[in-house]
């Protein structure tokens, strides 16, 4: 399951209007997303769509891995967990099977719970600027409105 149009138009949203805390929260969503799509598409028998969400979810893990500061010993740790995370993924993407993601949401659900702490005490200024705008605006449909997101010009997520 490809992610949704308004799905796109919400990480937009926040992407835009986060700051570096708020950033890591929307890249656990966006892991922990995949991986429920990844569970409905095995479900309905989807196998190559099953191992792309498990691609997509690794990418978004590897973002992680990669804007850690190794030089703290929190970070190290944190490597640590995502290697195993990692590890995980790519059994479940070669094997086409699910069951080496057992227990990986609880992992990244408390994971994404600390950092949303972090998040709602870091007062720090969003890194876009915010200058993302949304506006609403009628459609095609006849009295139809549905909220549409103008991002900043050269960004995109």
């Known amino acids: 399951m490809d992610m949704t149009k308004e799905e796109i138009q919400e990480y937009s949203l926040r992407i835009t209007q986060g700051n570096r805390s708020d950033l890591v929260v929307v890249t656990y969503d966006v892991i922990l997303k995949y991986l429920k799509d ?5 479900q309905s028998g989807e196998k190559e769509q099953f191992v792309l969400s498990i691609k997509k979810a690794n ?4 973002e992680l891995m990669r804007a850690l500061d190794l030089q ?23 094997q086409k ?8 949401d609880r992992i990244l ?12 005490q870091d007062k720090s200024e969003p890194l876009t600027g915010g200058r993302g705008q949304v506006y609403a605006g009628l ?8 909220e549409s997101y103008e991002p900043n010009p050269g960004f995109r997520a």
Do not use: C, H
């Open 38 to 42: 990844a569970r409905a598409e095995y």
């Open 59 to 62: 990418d978004f893990l590897a």
């Open 72 to 94: 703290y010993p929190m970070s190290r740790n944190l490597m640590s967990i995502y290697l195993f995370v990692q590890k995980k993924l790519l059994q479940a993407q070669f």
């Open 97 to 104: 099977d699910p069951s080496s993601l057992e227990g990986l």
């Open 109 to 120: 659900s408390e994971l994404r719970e600390a950092f949303a702490e972090v998040a709602r």
């Open 139 to 146: 459609t095609y449909g006849k009295g139809s409105l549905i």
